[in-house]
């Protein structure tokens, strides 16, 4: 078993690297860290209580293409940080664009939202009480892959 | 672009490579467009690893405290990433 199988790991956001949507080969080596990095580092210390409070997304899990407040609280938590997002996206998706005050490179981060047909039996506080439906059965719905934190990171 | 260097900086001696797995990811579709990686985050605890539910069990459980580290990982890359990009380019000037 791989590194990450054997952690147990849940993959949280995929990335992808582009300069204006052409492939970005070799133009940029990423071995020098930013100036940004130690700023960076203090910041998500600081923001670590709040992003470990949106529980509420793995409280209020929904099935795929059926992201519908789900949709709504990141939009909603995407404009609280000065963005605009388009909403609607392939029926649920949102996406923001962070645009930089210069040209350059582009930088894309993608998470995915649904959850899955699955009963909760974590003993959490805020553990899913969600119902779906599924293959037209009645369904519980519990964030079991992990996309609820993937979005908040 | 390597990611590498930026990963071992947030997380040091924690980070590894994937064997190549045929999950049921879509992922892959925008590497037909774009270069990208696809970055996994460690949620279990050292002492449960072997032992913690995986995921798509309902027993699986999310450890809050490896949030921070994602944060920091996707960030930094983005960072990283668009530092040296404009480096680059303001060298080709």
Known sequence: ?153 | VRPRPTLDRVAPGAVGESPLTTGAEDFTYYQRQTPGLFLVLGITPKDQVGKAAQNHSPRFFVDERGLATGVRALTRLAADYLFAGAARGATKQ
């Open chain 1, 1 to 153: 078993m791989g590194f990450a199988l054997r952690l147990a790991l849940v993959a949280l956001a995929a990335i992808g690297f582009g300069v204006h949507g052409a492939p970005a080969h070799g133009s940029a080596d990423g071995v020098t860290a930013s100036p940004l990095a130690t700023e960076i580092d203090r910041l998500a210390a600081a923001i670590e209580p709040e992003v470990v409070a949106w529980r509420h997304l793995h409280e209020h899990p929904e099935l795929s293409n059926r992201e519908v407040e789900t949709a709504k609280y990141i939009a909603e938590r995407l404009r609280s940080f000065g963005l605009e997002p388009q909403t609607g996206i392939a029926r649920t998706g949102v996406v923001a664009v962070l645009k930089g005050a210069k040209p350059g490179p582009v930088v894309a981060l993608r998470a995915d939202m649904d959850a899955l047909p699955v009963r909760e039996e974590v003993d959490l506080p805020f553990a899913s009480k969600a119902m779906g439906e599924y293959d037209g059965q009645k369904v519980s719905v519990m964030h079991a892959c992990g996309r609820d934190r993937r979005w908040i990171a």
